[in-house]
């Protein structure tokens, strides 16, 4: 496609959705510019505990999910061999340690089998003993998703970036906006930290900040709020778990890295601060997840835990991102992903790019309305 | 979580500013818990002074100035003050809650007030072969003396600084040959320090308490200063060590064990990652806390004394610790009792000779940054400089974007043998200041805590351990 003049397109915000929309955006011929306040993948999008996972996922959310996963699974073709590297695809796996959780499993299972979903799939007690002996306690079954798995987040948001730059898109890192206003003439200014520019499209990627963004154009409020989800890293461990594991009914997200170590996680948030960009950190309050995965895989439980951590997330009420058209010409929403927008990245990228370039998009996105909540 | 037990302040750390503070703060009727993570009290430059004191004979060699600890230390046993010993300090949170680990177990304890007084490391020297079994820095070699005695014959010493000739002096009153002192300073101090030797003769005394520690040295040792270059190296262990010496000759010595040392820089860990505001110190080439006079820092309720606030020395340490309680006293609506006659102006007088050491004793870069490409930089990820050049290449704005391409600093040491190296070299490459880049994002736990410990955090739920 050739570049024509008003084929100008602002993204605000350096994270996996901005970085992901700026290389579709690009790759399609379009002048990109990509606007971040801190650096590429600073904030959720490189702290995030990098679970690419269809498992789980809201039904309204199965097919974006889907749609995001035909991208992961052919990642070398979109960022190149290197970045895609970084995307370990095994097994993921959300066990059943009671009876709530085995029943939590089997509605699951009928729930998406009724809906025409078949990618989770119950494993029995006996098959699950199979798959995975080396899990302790009391095992019911478990629901498995073959083929997803873990990524180094930040080399993947890194990935994105370096194929929109080689598409020919341009990336301002510490740029902030600050300011941002449609003109009569149909024209964007935005204006910034370090100098102002025009657009006549411009998506907001903004994370967790994206609702005082959309406020500074006088858009829709949103009720987006900004927790910090946290996560706990050990030192380096003989590997003992090929799959990324989880526990039906309880908070816990268990991983090991190709380095060895274990990665906890679990959704248990802290505070963040936006206006420092600070996010907190309770560590007590992670102990319940802690505990489970010692539960699990009691050998865990002597590995030192060398750093704990937290990312600045945007959370919606229904915990389904805002995606789509905003309420004034010319503004797209791509925010909200209430912590599990890392793997839906890649398709938020391209459903993004086509509601820009041709105003449709491939997957239904209704649930994700911006205007849902009045 | 709730907690069983609250105090009026917690103090981390029990050295000559721990110790000073929380009887001052004690006396004046607060309730006060001390941590710290020894097995008794005494800080670096007492440790073990409680066993050591019965012991004298012993341990003798240690000198008076090491005994004098044992007045505070005794007054603490006898003072009101709860002390819990080998707890492990990794977080202190915005609200005021201290974890800790001890034994095995991990627990939390909240206060009104905190004082930091964990004083300081020493600062890491990566020369080539330092990571080389047989190579140890002078203070683990002056631990070994204050713990048990026990030493190595026929060390050589390396390096410069106070605690370098004070180790070296205690080595030798404790009857262990020294091999050889490379001295990395030059004979006379450069021309600059002399800026700062009016302030430093009120202190006259400290002043001819090292020179004659120095003077010693020299008598008795194969001694040489103004070594540069230094290169250790052997088969899977230190044998040799290759330096060029004052006359710029290369020259060579057989060794089974060298001590290292250039000075002593403020421990940072605990208070960056609780989030104080810390800026970077040129005279010292070291990161220390933002702090007023009373050694309050950027978060009202934490404060920080002792040389965890910048390097000043045993005595500094007892009237910072003073200044900071007498503070918190007042800040809690209470007076304090017995406080020292004039505090302030003794304060002021401790610190005089300061600046004119810093400058005496301050580290050429090359002791920072090694020259040698090969020599490894991050102990725990074993990263090289030459490795960490190569990621810095790629355009790496900061310490923190570095640990994504190479993961230097994210072991378990958490950047406290990397940090100020790393910063160097990345200050190299982008051509600016070391004071312009910020240092890496440090988190807690700052000390290792096993998974099994935080499991058990929430079943002991504020229970004291
Ligand atoms: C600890 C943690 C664990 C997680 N684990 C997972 C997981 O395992 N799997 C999963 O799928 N998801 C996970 N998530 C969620 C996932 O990380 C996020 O949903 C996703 O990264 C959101 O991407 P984003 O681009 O919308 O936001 P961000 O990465 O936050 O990017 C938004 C960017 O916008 C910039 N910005 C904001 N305002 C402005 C402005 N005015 N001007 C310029 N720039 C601005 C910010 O600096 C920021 O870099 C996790 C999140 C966290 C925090
Ligand atoms: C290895 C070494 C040896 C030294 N020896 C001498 C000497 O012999 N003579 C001399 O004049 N000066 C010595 N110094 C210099 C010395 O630091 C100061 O002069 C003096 O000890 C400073 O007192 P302070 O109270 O600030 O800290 P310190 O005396 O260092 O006391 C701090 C205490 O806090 C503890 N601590 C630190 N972090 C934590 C944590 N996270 N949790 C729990 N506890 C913690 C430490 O183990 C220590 O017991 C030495 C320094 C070092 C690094």
């Known amino acids: 496609m050739g570049r024509q003049s008003s084929e100008r397109v602002v993204i605000v915000g350096g994270g996996i959705q901005g970085c992901a929309a700026a290389y579709f955006l690009a790759r399609a011929g379009w002048s990109v510019t990509v606007l971040e306040k801190d650096n590429i993948g600073r904030h959720a999008s490189g702290a995030n505990a990098g679970g690419v996972r269809r498992l789980g996922r809201d039904l309204r959310e199965v097919p974006l999910s889907l749609a995001a996963m035909d991208i992961w699974k052919d990642l070398p073709a979109y960022i190149g061999e290197e970045a895609a590297a970084a995307f370990h695809p095994s097994f993921y796996m959300k066990v059943a340690i009671d009876d709530k959780g085995h029943g939590l499993g089997l509605d699951r299972i009928r729930m998406l089998e009724n809906a025409g979903y078949q990618h989770e799939i119950w494993l029995s007690k006996r098959e699950l003993k199979k798959r995975l002996p080396q899990l302790e306690g009391p095992l019911l079954g478990g629901v498995l998703v073959e083929g997803d798995g873990w990524a180094v987040p930040w080399r993947i948001v890194r990935g994105f970036a370096k194929a929109a730059l080689d598409h020919g898109a341009e990336i301002l890192e510490g740029c902030q906006v600050v300011q941002f206003s449609r003109h009569s003439s149909g024209v964007w200014k935005i204006e910034t930290a370090t100098g102002s520019l025009e657009s006549d499209w411009v998506v907001n990627c903004a994370g967790a900040w994206a609702a005082r963004l959309a406020r500074k154009a006088g858009d829709l409020d949103f009720p987006l709020s900004a927790h910090a989800p946290m996560l706990a890293i050990t030192e380096r461990r003989a590997p003992v778990l090929p799959a990324v594991l989880g526990v039906l009914g309880h908070t816990l997200s268990l991983k090991q890295l190709d380095t060895g170590q274990f990665l906890i996680g679990g959704g248990v948030r802290a505070t963040a601060d936006l206006e420092t960009d600070k996010a907190g950190l309770k560590i007590p309050e992670m102990a319940t997840s802690i505990r489970l995965a010692c539960q699990l895989l009691p050998g865990i439980s002597v590995a030192g835990i060398l750093r704990c951590w937290s990312g600045i997330e945007g959370y919606m009420p229904d915990d389904l991102p805002v995606i789509g058209m905003g309420g004034l010409p010319g503004l797209v929403h791509g925010f909200g992903f209430s912590a599990h927008g890392f793997q839906l990245g890649p398709g938020v990228g391209e459903v993004l790019a086509d509601l820009v370039i041709a105003r449709q998009t491939k997957v239904s996105l209704k649930p994700f309305c911006p205007s849902r909540f009045g | ?465």
């Open chain 2, 1 to 465: 979580m709730s907690n069983a037990r609250d105090y009026d302040l917690i103090i981390i750390g029990s050295g000559p500013a721990g110790m000073a503070a929380a009887l001052l703060a004690d006396r004046s009727g607060l309730s006060v818990l001390m941590l710290d993570d020894q097995p008794g009290a005494g800080g670096q430059v007492y440790r073990q002074i409680g066993p050591n004191s019965r012991n004298a004979k012993t341990f003798g060699f240690l000198g008076e100035e090491y005994f004098r600890g044992g007045d505070l230390a005794g007054k603490l046993e006898a003072s009101g003050v709860d002390c819990i010993h080998q707890a492990h300090v990794w977080q202190i949170t915005e609200d005021n809650e201290v974890f800790y680990s001890r034994k095995g177990a991990a627990a939390s304890i909240r206060a009104d007030f905190i004082l930091m007084a964990s004083g300081a490391q020493e600062r890491p020297m990566p020369i080539p072969g330092w990571t080389l079994p047989g190579v140890m820095t002078v203070g683990a070699a002056q631990t070994l003396l204050k713990m048990s005695a026990t030493g190595a014959d026929g060390a050589v010493f390396i390096g410069t600084g106070p605690l370098f000739y004070l180790t070296i002096w205690q080595y030798l009153r404790a009857g262990f040959g020294v091999k050889a002192v490379l001295d990395t300073a030059t004979a006379i101090p450069p021309a600059g320090a002399f800026r700062w030797i009016l302030p430093a003769l009120l202190q006259a005394g400290i002043l001819a308490k090292g020179w004659a520690w120095r003077a010693e040295v020299r008598k008795r040792t194969s001694y040489q200063n103004g070594v540069r270059g230094v290169s250790l190296s052997g088969d899977g262990k230190l044998e040799k060590i290759s330096f060029i010496d004052r006359l710029g000759k290369e020259r060579e010595i057989k060794a089974g064990h060298a001590f290292l040392h250039q000075g002593v820089i403020p421990n940072v860990n605990l208070g960056m990652a609780a989030g104080l505001d810390y800026r970077w110190d040129e005279g010292q080439l070291c990161w220390r806390p933002v702090l007023d006079q009373h050694g309050q820092s950027s978060r009202k309720t934490v404060f920080v004394a002792g040389d965890g606030g910048g390097i000043a020395g045993a005595s500094v340490a007892v009237t910072s610790g003073q200044l900071a309680a007498a503070r918190i006293i007042r800040l809690g609506g209470k007076t304090p009792r017995g406080l020292p006659a004039f505090l302030r102006l003794r304060h002021w007088l401790n610190k005089a000779p300061r600046p004119f050491l810093d400058a005496m004793f301050r580290p050429p870069t090359d002791w920072i940054v090694p020259e040698d490409e090969k020599v490894i930089v991050c102990r725990c990820e074993g990263l090289t400089r030459g490795e960490i050049d190569q990621a810095a290449k790629m355009g790496v704005a900061g310490p923190n974007q570095l640990k994504s391409y190479c993961r230097a600093g994210m072991g378990r040491c958490q950047a406290r043998m990397c940090g100020i190296t790393v910063q160097h070299i990345l200050a190299e490459h982008s051509g600016r200041p070391v004071r312009d880049l910020d240092y890496f994002r440090l988190r807690p736990p700052i000390r290792p805590v096993t998974v099994g410990e935080l499991a058990m955090l929430a079943e002991n739920d504020g229970q004291a351990i």
